[in-house]
């Protein structure tokens, strides 16, 4: 099945610990996304990556890091850094166009994390 | 600052009802419009996507409208169903080849058995 996977669902961190969100596509897809959804607010953009080996920052970087090593894969580390990190965390992909531009994005399940 | 708003933040319809949802925008200079669909805990579901030189896209039940004159775009929902409860979520893309999705904070719809 093609699709976007993410995990853990559920992750629990202490404050002060780093964590890693994984992300994984099968979807051949160039461009890469991680998204951060708080209750009753859209979603908000942290970082994306629309090739290998290079990725932006999103308008909620801070606090966060990213790597893309592999096409497939755009994991996402929370650091001791980010203040508010309980939240539900989306990971999307989406193909690019000859012409530059990226078509639909296409959702993963989301981790939930919750800092104790 | 670019914004979405969604209007209502919640709805409750009888099942069988046509209904319509809103959704206003700031920027007129978009890309492309998208709704998604997000059932509890999910993750979203790209419903229908319409591009800046597009008036409407349909799939099924679902009708997408876009007017960038005003900002604003509608999903209508035509003979709803139980199974269409969810949260609805509208985002742009702008123009200038911008990455970044601006999203709205959703409508939650249930529709009443």
């Known amino acids: 099945d093609g699709g976007i996977t993410q995990s853990p669902k559920y992750l629990f961190r202490k404050e002060g610990q780093n964590v890693t969100l994984s992300c994984e596509q099968n979807l051949n897809h160039d461009a890469m996304y991680w998204y951060r959804q708080d209750p009753g607010q859209g979603l908000r953009l942290i970082y994306y990556?629309?090739?290998?080996?290079?990725?932006q920052k999103g308008d909620i970087a801070e606090g966060y890091s990213v790597s893309r090593e592999k096409k497939e894969s755009f994991p996402l580390t929370v650091t001791s850094a980010q203040k508010n990190p309980t939240a539900f965390y989306l990971c999307a992909s989406s193909l690019r166009r000859l012409a530059g531009l990226t078509d639909t994005q296409y959702f993963g399940p989301g981790t939930r994390l919750t800092v104790l | 600052k670019q914004e979405v708003t969604q209007i209502p933040a919640a709805l409750s319809v009888p099942e069988g009802e046509n209904l319509v949802l809103n959704c206003s925008f700031t920027?007129?200079?978009?890309?492309?419009l998208q709704w998604f669909r997000q059932d509890p805990g999910k993750g979203l579901t790209s419903l229908l996507l319409?591009?800046?030189?597009?008036r409407e896209q349909t799939s099924g039940r679902l009708n997408a409208s876009l007017d960038k004159s005003s900002g604003r775009s509608t999903l209508y929902i035509a003979a709803s169903q139980p199974g269409d409860s969810a949260t609805y979520l509208c985002a742009f893309r702008l123009q200038g080849g911008s990455e970044k999705l601006v999203f709205g904070k959703g409508t939650k719809l249930t529709v009443n058995p």
């Open positions: 319409i591009q800046s030189s597009q």
């Open positions: 990556s629309q090739i290998v080996n290079d990725f």
């Open positions: 920027d007129s200079a978009i890309y492309n």
